[in-house]
């Protein structure tokens, strides 16, 4: 039991700093933005010596809203992954990746020529169909109209 709830904990901190990064760029962005939208509103900084240390970034509305977005969001997703039948779920679902035989170099490489010729081969036919069928029905309506 001890080992079901270590692997427990193990995949919730895996899902949660992956999905925290992901919601880390996402608020970046968002107060890049927000900053391009309205430069002189929201994006303007409070006062000119005051600036975050370190990263050396002016404080302004636009940073103190993606800050609150981020800390809001993380405290979120830390309530959602706590929940038993999350939590549930992410260890059958390790369980089941540790099941899985992953494939060797050459069986990747000879997957990947395989599927590679037959994307080109089917290019190539559905180009060649498309330039007889539009030739024929070219002349279709050409010579129909005349």
């Known amino acids: 039991m001890a080992y079901r709830k270590d692997q ?18 996402g608020c970046i962005r968002m107060r890049a933005e ?4 309205f430069p ?5 900084p409070l006062s000119d010596g005051l600036a975050i240390p370190l990263v ?9 809203a993606a800050v ?7 405290w979120l997703l830390n309530r959602t992954l706590e929940r038993p ?4 779920l992410l260890i059958e679902t390790e369980s089941e990746l540790r099941k899985v035989t992953w494939p060797t ?14 994307v080109l081969f089917l290019m190539g036919f559905m180009a060649l169909a498309d330039y007889v ?8 309506i050409t010579s129909g109209g005349a």
């Open 8 to 25: 427990g904990r193990l995949a919730r901190m895996t899902t949660f700093w992956s999905l925290a990064v992901l919601l880390a760029y």
């Open 34 to 37: 927000i900053t391009g939208q």
């Open 40 to 44: 002189d509103s929201l994006g303007a």
């Open 56 to 64: 050396n970034l002016p404080l302004s509305p636009a940073l103190i």
């Open 68 to 74: 609150l977005t981020l800390v809001v969001r993380l």
């Open 85 to 88: 039948k999350n939590a549930d």
């Open 105 to 118: 170099v050459d069986e990747t490489v000879d997957g990947s020529v395989v599927v590679i010729v037959v």
């Open 133 to 140: 069928l539009g030739n024929v029905f070219t002349r279709i």
